[in-house]
């Protein structure tokens, strides 16, 4: 085993985080728009063309209105579910009206993701935090902005390696590490990812560390050996810290639209899942993926990556995602 030293840092995953303040807040506000920017433009260039030149919202502008909110990948249940609730409140001399089709979508895209059941907010008790996710989804930069996150709150973080099947992922975690002034634990290539997190969560108990962040192999496709891996993992920490608080994040990649949701299904057959961390929004026009995976998972999203820095983590919440993904 081998660490990076070690630093003062503070996390807390809660389902409704503190919000910034002052210039801060819209600093982050600014990234989630610019994130969101293809999406919203797609969905509201579809919408105008369906609503264009139409006196009243008949069944073929509904059509439309559902193929365009099913092309960003709002999934076609949650596209069907949103189509009705606005055709339920829309009236007559306002069904050929954009802005106000738009404003009823945005507070039910809303409410519909503010209804997956939130994670238990976590305490000043000390936590360990499950990152999972297949490979290439941004699962390890993911696992250095929640570090930073946590920092930002103050409290005392370390890593763990625990996607010991390549070498990669271990080299990069310490990479991370070494930026961000963290605690690193790994072992080489082809080790027990149990023992990694044995070793961390010994280390964390002995160094003060309020939140373990532990990265795990990505390889869904054999999900009889990813189960038995993320069991015994679960057992190590049942084991040594039962005192302690677990959650479990699944990264998902907003660019691959409905597949994202196909991955999240799966996944949520082999480990239980708390919520779900959406990456690379900052470049993609599908990040309606996480209206489906809210409403159609019952996953709450609790952060948005968007871009490639370690700030760039946003705690998610359900208005402003709205806004920016529907509004002017």
């Known amino acids: 085993m081998s660490t990076t030293q070690d630093t003062d840092a503070r996390l807390d995953l809660a389902p409704e985080p503190e919000a910034p303040k002052g210039e801060q807040k819209k600093g982050f506000w600014k990234k989630l728009k610019r994130g969101l920017f293809m999406t919203h433009t797609e969905i509201i260039e579809r919408m105008e063309a369906a609503l264009d030149g139409r006196a009243v919202l008949d069944g073929e502008t509904l059509e439309y209105l559902e193929e365009s909110l099913i092309s960003s990948d709002l999934g076609v249940d949650t596209a069907v579910e949103l189509v009705e609730r606005v055709k339920a409140q829309v009236k007559p001399t306002d069904q050929k009206d954009v802005e106000r089709v738009r404003r009823i979508l945005a ?31 941004g699962k390890t930069t993911s696992i250095a902005k929640l570090g930073k996150f946590f920092l930002n709150r103050g409290e005392k973080v370390l890593l763990a390696a625990g996607d010991t099947f390549r070498a990669a992922a271990i080299e990069q975690i310490a990479l991370w590490g070494e930026r961000l002034g963290v605690d690193v634990v790994r072992q080489k290539a082809g080790g027990d990812p149990a023992a990694v997190v044995f070793d961390s969560l010994q280390a ?69 899942l708390d919520g779900v961390i ?16 809210a409403r159609d998972l019952q996953l709450p ?28």
């Open 107 to 137: 507070t039910e895209v809303a409410d519909l993701m503010s209804k997956a059941p939130q994670p238990e907010p976590l305490t000043a008790q000390p936590a360990v935090i499950l990152v999972v996710g297949v490979n290439g989804v």
């Open 278 to 293: 959406l990456t690379k929004l900052d470049g993609t026009a599908k990040g309606g993926v996480a209206v489906a995976v």
């Open 301 to 328: 999203v609790v952060f948005l990556g968007v871009g490639e820095g370690a700030d760039d983590l946003i705690a998610f919440d359900p208005q402003e995602f709205a806004a920016a993904l529907l509004g002017p």
């Open 204 to 272: 964390a108990r002995a160094r003060g560390v309020q939140r373990v962040i532990v990265d795990t192999a990505g390889r869904l496709h054999t999900k009889d050996h990813l189960m038995a891996e993320l069991g015994k993992i679960r057992r190590v920490i049942d084991r040594e810290t039962p005192d302690w608080q677990l959650r479990t994040l699944l990264v998902l990649d907003a660019t691959t639209g409905q597949n994202a949701v196909i991955q999240a299904r799966e996944f949520s057959k082999v480990v239980p």
